[in-house]
């Protein structure tokens, strides 16, 4: 018989990443800065809507944006382009950022001044759910071409998000997908989620998303 010891690593990871969230948390409060932490699968439109993001607040505060990427700098360099300080992070194969990799993008991003820091998460339905990055809300964005069966395919993303974009409306017309479903579904999984549709393409919706945003940023700056 073979004597061996099972050691349990996986919940002691989740521990210590989640204390390392709450302490950026602290961190952020105390700056000033809003983190906000946006996923969702590839090619759901997550760059456009930043890209939205920033036009609609721009003249109110001061954004500050990270890219997370596998590999390659084309969304920091698209991001770029509207002057917006912004950063490229590679995670070295990783599907996901924790508090700690978070951590160290803020860094590189300097927060100092900044209103509304966006971390674009790596495009996945999965892994980023289940790191705590340290971010003040969670938001993701589910495109209408992905279909309205996701929050029944990926129940912890659509549970730990405080707001649910439903983008690209624009072609809805073109593909089988229920809206009321998917709120019906998500709500049933998360009471308390928000759920805004968007075009990031046409720009429809995008002032409720904006709204959505100043309240959080006022709230958690005190104001």
């Given at each position: 018989?073979?004597?061996?010891?099972?050691?349990?690593?996986?919940?002691?990871?989740?521990?210590?990443?989640?204390?390392?969230?709450?302490?950026?948390?602290?961190?952020?409060?105390?700056?000033?800065?809003?983190?906000?932490?946006?996923?969702?699968?590839?090619?759901?439109?997550?760059?456009?809507?930043?890209?939205?993001?920033?036009?609609?607040?721009?003249?109110?505060?001061?954004?500050?944006?990270?890219?997370?990427?596998?590999?390659?700098?084309?969304?920091?360099?698209?991001?770029?382009?509207?002057?917006?300080?912004?950063?490229?992070?590679?995670?070295?194969?990783?599907?996901?950022?924790?508090?700690?990799?978070?951590?160290?993008?803020?860094?590189?991003?300097?927060?100092?001044?900044?209103?509304?820091?966006?971390?674009?998460?790596?495009?996945?339905?999965?892994?980023?759910?289940?790191?705590?990055?340290?971010?003040?809300?969670?938001?993701?964005?589910?495109?209408?071409?992905?279909?309205?069966?996701?929050?029944?395919?990926?129940?912890?993303?659509?549970?730990?998000?405080?707001?649910?974009?439903?983008?690209?409306?624009?072609?809805?017309a073109y593909f089988d997908f229920d809206f009321e479903a998917v709120k019906e579904r998500v709500t049933k999984l998360n009471p308390g989620i928000t759920v805004i549709p968007i075009s990031a393409k046409t720009g429809a919706g995008i002032g409720e998303w904006?709204?959505?945003?100043?309240?959080?940023?006022?709230?958690?700056?005190?104001?």
């Amino acid at each position: 018989m073979n004597v061996y010891k099972v050691l349990e690593i996986k919940q002691s990871v989740f521990d210590d990443n989640d204390r390392q969230a709450e302490l950026l948390r602290n961190e952020l409060k105390k700056e000033q800065t809003f983190l906000l932490n946006l996923m969702s699968s590839p090619g759901s439109g997550k760059t456009t809507t930043v890209l939205r993001t920033i036009e609609a607040l721009k003249d109110e505060m001061i954004i500050g944006i990270l890219e997370a990427d596998i590999d390659s700098d084309v969304d920091a360099r698209t991001v770029s382009g509207t002057g917006t300080k912004v950063i490229q992070l590679h995670t070295g194969g990783m599907c996901h950022l924790d508090a700690e990799m978070t951590r160290q993008g803020l860094l590189g991003l300097g927060t100092a001044g900044i209103d509304l820091a966006i971390l674009e998460n790596v495009g996945n339905l999965v892994c980023p759910a289940e790191f705590d990055t340290g971010a003040v809300k969670n938001a993701m964005i589910l495109s209408v071409p992905e279909g309205d069966d996701k929050p029944l395919k990926y129940p912890l993303m659509f549970s730990i998000v405080d707001v649910l974009l439903i983008n690209k409306i624009d072609v809805g017309a073109y593909f089988d997908f229920d809206f009321e479903a998917v709120k019906e579904r998500v709500t049933k999984l998360n009471p308390g989620i928000t759920v805004i549709p968007i075009s990031a393409k046409t720009g429809a919706g995008i002032g409720e998303w904006a709204d959505w945003l100043r309240t959080e940023v006022r709230n958690w700056n005190g104001n």
